[in-house]
C-alpha cells in the first residue's frame, strides 16, 4: 500500500483500491463548499447549518488512521448521513431522488413535469424553454399583495439543456403523511389561451378523451374524423365539468390513505362538488373547511388588489389545498399560461369572456369555492 504524509499529524492518505472513493469525496466536499458560501442560496437557509457540518464529516474522510481503512471510515460514516443533507446541491443526486421520488406525488400535469430537488424545493419542468411561468413568479414575487399566497420562487436552471424553476416545495410543511391529504382545484371558466382559439388543428387523442367521458358528445362530423380541436375539447371539458357554471373544477386529490384519486370529470353540479369536498376534508370537515375558506378569503382580497392580475389573464392555474391533523392552508399554483394583456386593458377576472377582453373567471371560481366551503362547517 502507498501512502504520503500529512500535514495532519499521524493521519496519513491510503493510496489504494480506496482512491477514487477519496477522489470522489474531495471533489464532493469541495463543491458543497461552493454552495454554502454562494449568497444565491436563499433556497435551502435552514439547512445551511447541517450542510457545514456534513462539510466537516466528509472531510474527515480524506483521511484515516493506521487502523481503520478509508473504506471503513466510508461505510461508517457517510452512509449515516441525512440523505436529504446530502442533496442540497446545485443539481440532485440521483441516489437521493430516487429515495424522495418515492414518497413523491404529482397530482396533476404531465407525468415527471415536476420533481423534487430539495427537502424544501421543487423543480418544474419548462416546455420548450419556455420563460412564461418563470416571468409570472418573479413578478408576483414583487407583488405584495400577493405575498404568501404562492409558492416562493427561487431560480431559473437549465440541466441536460432542459429548463426548469425552482420553487418551494409547500408540502414541506406537512410532513407527516399519514394525516396529510391534498387537492388541486383548477381555477378559471375559461381554462384555454385566446391564442389557441385560432389553432384548427385536429387533434385524435382529444377525440378519445371527449369519448371516454361522453360517447354521445361528437357531432357527426366529428365521428367521421374521429378528432376534435383543443378549443372544442377544453369547451366540453368545462361544461362537462363544474368549471363553466362555478368557475373552478376539482382536478386531483390525495386522501390521508395515500389514496390517488382522480376521476373527476363527473362532478359538475354544486352539490356534487359539496359532497367531494366534504369526503375528501373526513373527519376534520368543520376545523378544515373554516380554515380553508378563510385563507381563500385572504387570497382572493389579494388578487382583487393585484397589480399582476389586473395585467394578466391567468388560466390554468390551480388552487392547492393542503390540511393534516393540525392545520390546513391553500396557495395558489401554476402560473404557466398567464399572459400579460394590453396595457388598454384592467381585467376584472369577474366579467363574461369575449374574445379580445381576455377575462378568465378566476375570481369567480375563488367566490364559489369559498361559498361552496362555508357550506361545508354550517
Same mark, same amino acid.
Given at each position: 500500500?502507498?501512502? +504520503?504524509?500529512?500535514? *495532519?499529524?499521524?493521519?496519513?492518505?491510503?493510496?489504494?483500491?480506496?482512491?477514487?472513493?477519496?477522489?470522489?469525496? @474531495?471533489?464532493? $466536499?469541495?463543491?458543497?463548499?461552493?454552495?454554502?458560501?454562494?449568497?444565491?442560496?436563499?433556497?435551502?437557509?435552514?439547512? +445551511?447549518?447541517?450542510?457545514?457540518?456534513?462539510?466537516?464529516?466528509?472531510?474527515?474522510? !480524506?483521511?484515516?488512521?493506521?487502523?481503520?481503512?478509508?473504506?471503513? %471510515?466510508?461505510?461508517?460514516?457517510?452512509?449515516?448521513?441525512?440523505?436529504?443533507?446530502?442533496?442540497? $446541491?446545485?443539481?440532485?443526486?440521483?441516489?437521493?431522488?430516487?429515495?424522495?421520488?418515492?414518497?413523491?406525488?404529482?397530482?396533476?400535469?404531465?407525468?415527471?413535469?415536476?420533481?423534487?430537488?430539495?427537502?424544501?424545493?421543487?423543480?418544474?419542468?419548462?416546455?420548450?424553454?419556455? $420563460? %412564461?411561468?418563470?416571468?409570472?413568479?418573479?413578478?408576483?414575487? =414583487?407583488?405584495?399583495?400577493?405575498?404568501?399566497?404562492?409558492?416562493?420562487?427561487?431560480?431559473?436552471?437549465?440541466?441536460?439543456?432542459?429548463?426548469? &424553476?425552482?420553487?418551494?416545495? @409547500?408540502?414541506?410543511?406537512?410532513?407527516?403523511?399519514?394525516? *396529510?391529504?391534498?387537492?388541486?382545484?383548477?381555477?378559471?371558466? =375559461?381554462?384555454?389561451?385566446?391564442?389557441?382559439?385560432?389553432?384548427?388543428?385536429?387533434? #385524435?387523442?382529444?377525440?378519445?378523451?371527449? &369519448?371516454? &367521458?361522453?360517447?354521445?358528445?361528437?357531432?357527426?362530423?366529428?365521428?367521421?374524423? /374521429?378528432?376534435? !380541436?383543443?378549443? =372544442?375539447?377544453?369547451?366540453?371539458?368545462?361544461?362537462?365539468?363544474?368549471?363553466?357554471?362555478?368557475?373552478?373544477?376539482?382536478? #386531483?386529490? /390525495?386522501?390521508?390513505?395515500?389514496? @390517488? /384519486?382522480?376521476?373527476?370529470?363527473?362532478?359538475?353540479?354544486?352539490? /356534487?362538488?359539496?359532497?367531494?369536498?366534504?369526503?375528501?376534508?373526513?373527519?376534520?370537515?368543520?376545523?378544515?373547511?373554516?380554515?380553508?375558506?378563510?385563507?381563500?378569503?385572504?387570497?382572493?382580497?389579494?388578487?382583487? =388588489?393585484?397589480?399582476?392580475?389586473?395585467?394578466?389573464?391567468?388560466?390554468?392555474?390551480?388552487?392547492?389545498?393542503?390540511?393534516?391533523?393540525?392545520?390546513?392552508? #391553500?396557495?395558489?399554483?401554476?402560473?404557466?399560461?398567464?399572459? !400579460?394583456?394590453?396595457?388598454?386593458?384592467?381585467?376584472?377576472? *369577474?366579467?363574461?369572456?369575449?374574445?379580445?377582453?381576455?377575462?378568465?373567471?378566476?375570481?369567480?371560481?375563488?367566490?364559489?369555492?369559498?361559498?361552496?366551503?362555508?357550506?361545508?362547517?354550517?
Amino acid at each position: 500500500m502507498n501512502t +504520503v504524509s500529512s500535514a *495532519r499529524g499521524n493521519s496519513v492518505y491510503r493510496k489504494d483500491k480506496n482512491d477514487e472513493h477519496h477522489e470522489m469525496m @474531495l471533489a464532493m $466536499t469541495r463543491k458543497l463548499a461552493l454552495i454554502v458560501e454562494d449568497p444565491c442560496c436563499s433556497s435551502i437557509e435552514e439547512p +445551511v447549518a447541517a450542510l457545514k457540518e456534513q462539510i466537516l464529516c466528509m472531510r474527515k474522510l !480524506t483521511t484515516t488512521s493506521d487502523d481503520e481503512t478509508f473504506e471503513d %471510515i466510508f461505510k461508517n460514516s457517510l452512509l449515516k448521513v441525512s440523505v436529504d443533507t446530502m442533496a442540497i $446541491t446545485a443539481l440532485p443526486l440521483d441516489c437521493w431522488l430516487k429515495e424522495r421520488l418515492k414518497k413523491w406525488v404529482q397530482l396533476s400535469g404531465h407525468e415527471g413535469t415536476i420533481v423534487p430537488a430539495t427537502n424544501q424545493t421543487l423543480w418544474k419542468k419548462q416546455p420548450n424553454h419556455n $420563460t %412564461i411561468e418563470a416571468r409570472a413568479y418573479e413578478e408576483i414575487m =414583487r407583488d405584495e399583495n400577493l405575498a404568501g399566497m404562492t409558492p416562493k420562487y427561487f431560480k431559473e436552471i437549465e440541466h441536460k439543456n432542459e429548463s426548469f &424553476i425552482e420553487i418551494q416545495d @409547500l408540502l414541506s410543511d406537512f410532513p407527516n403523511v399519514s394525516t *396529510r391529504a391534498i387537492m388541486d382545484i383548477k381555477i378559471g371558466k =375559461r381554462t384555454f389561451l385566446e391564442d389557441e382559439v385560432s389553432n384548427m388543428k385536429k387533434r #385524435a387523442d382529444l377525440y378519445r378523451k371527449m &369519448i371516454d &367521458i361522453d360517447p354521445n358528445e361528437p357531432t357527426e362530423e366529428e365521428r367521421e374524423e /374521429q378528432a376534435i !380541436t383543443k378549443m =372544442r375539447y377544453m369547451q366540453f371539458r368545462e361544461r362537462e365539468s363544474s368549471s363553466a357554471s362555478l368557475g373552478f373544477r376539482i382536478e #386531483a386529490a /390525495q386522501h390521508p390513505s395515500g389514496k @390517488l /384519486q382522480k376521476s373527476f370529470k363527473k362532478v359538475h353540479t354544486r352539490d /356534487q362538488v359539496v359532497e367531494t369536498l366534504k369526503t375528501f376534508l373526513g373527519d376534520r370537515v368543520d376545523e378544515a373547511s373554516r380554515e380553508l375558506e378563510e385563507r381563500l378569503r385572504q387570497i382572493r382580497a389579494g388578487v382583487e =388588489r393585484s397589480e399582476f392580475f389586473r395585467t394578466h389573464e391567468v388560466v390554468g392555474s390551480s388552487v392547492l389545498l393542503i390540511y393534516d391533523h393540525e392545520k390546513a392552508g #391553500a396557495w395558489m399554483i401554476d402560473f404557466a399560461k398567464s399572459k !400579460t394583456v394590453d396595457s388598454q386593458l384592467s381585467l376584472d377576472h *369577474r366579467s363574461d369572456w369575449q374574445i379580445g377582453n381576455h377575462e378568465d373567471g378566476y375570481l369567480v371560481g375563488l367566490d364559489n369555492l369559498i361559498e361552496i366551503l362555508s357550506e361545508c362547517h354550517s
